[in-house]
């Protein structure tokens, strides 16, 4: 293997994991030996667990960028649900970070520093899609800055916190979970979706 | 002094504690000391730390419960603006059971199972009430039962979901922290709000 899929090896196991057991109960031995790796060979690409988690928080982060150029340049409905379909599918995916969120950046400062501003970056590319969603009259508005904002920061709140939210009342399930999220962000801008795209959104679900 | 007054003083001092260290880092000892208390004494009312962390959702629910029969006798947009005001200010006062909640509720089933039985219960209650807000034309809607359901929802996990949300930039403070949050759910309403009911807010903001 080379370095690169050892490493993605290493980083896929430790997330399957983490999800399912949280990362208080995986040290990096135990990685290790579900990639059947030796411990030296796992230390010589991660030293410890922490390393770990920001190399995945590195793939997030790096997964969330991909498609950023492309948010702006097709405001579209279409655009719009997959944006939402997309980010929860990969709150999913990465679940254990979502669930852990706090604890985990109370442990690593500088992954702290890195989510703040991707998460700063991130709000104010959000804000300027659904400002030329407002333009192209898939949406109506809100068209007050601080209202929109607000209802960003909100869809945002939302996102990443519901499958903590369903997961006090009984096990989260994919891609059920996924798709009731989506509906929960969507009925936040039903108020300002225009006509058209409402019947756009009620043909999408006839399919 | 009185059991109820101990049992008080005990509470009240691993509040504070746990508000400012997390659980995690006090122990029962810890707050026996800070209560001038011997760990003895301490013992003979709670037998460990989860029993005080249970104690005091018992507090929070108590606290939550107090006002139902008002939320729904009054459906009136003071009522409402009051309501979002009071449960942000009581997340600010236990925010560390609201920073630490999937790993407070995985620890104790007890808890667990109390919390979703009376998350349900009150779920439905602000249904009720927001419903009655409607006939009341102090909302204009939703008057689709699902979409005001995932709003209600949504608003949950905006208001127990702020101040963790904040906390991720800066130090959350008191009492500013309470106002933007009381905004943002203000925000996802807003387009459902009468003129009448926007007339009274926008005086309220004056005052």
């Given at each position: 293997m080379t370095t690169k899929e050892t490493q993605q090896l290493i980083l896929d196991t430790a997330i399957e994991l983490f999800n399912r057991y949280?990362?208080?109960?995986?040290?990096a031995n135990r990685i290790a030996d579900t990639c059947h790796l030796s411990r030296g060979h796992l230390y010589y690409h991660f030293k410890k667990k922490e390393e770990i988690i920001s190399a995945i928080y590195d793939r997030i982060a790096a997964e969330v960028k991909h498609n950023w150029g492309d948010d702006l340049k097709q405001p579209t409905v279409h655009h719009m649900l997959e944006m939402f379909d997309r980010y929860l599918a990969l709150i999913w995916r990465y679940r254990f970070f979502y669930r852990e969120m706090l604890t985990l950046l109370a442990m690593d400062e500088s992954l702290k520093q890195r989510f703040s501003k991707d998460r700063h970056d991130r709000t104010m590319v959000v804000v300027l899609f659904f400002q030329a969603l407002i333009e192209n009259d898939?949406?109506?508005?809100?068209?007050?800055a601080k209202t929109l904002k607000n209802l960003v920061k909100a869809s945002w709140i939302v996102s990443d916190n519901w499958i903590n939210y369903l997961s006090v009342d009984s096990t989260a399930r994919y891609p059920d979970c996924v798709d009731e999220g989506y509906e929960l962000v969507i009925d936040l801008f039903r108020p300002y979706l225009s006509p058209k795209t409402l019947s756009i959104l009620n043909r999408s679900r006839e399919i």
């Open positions: 949280g990362t208080g109960r995986i040290s898939v949406l109506l508005g809100p068209r007050d």
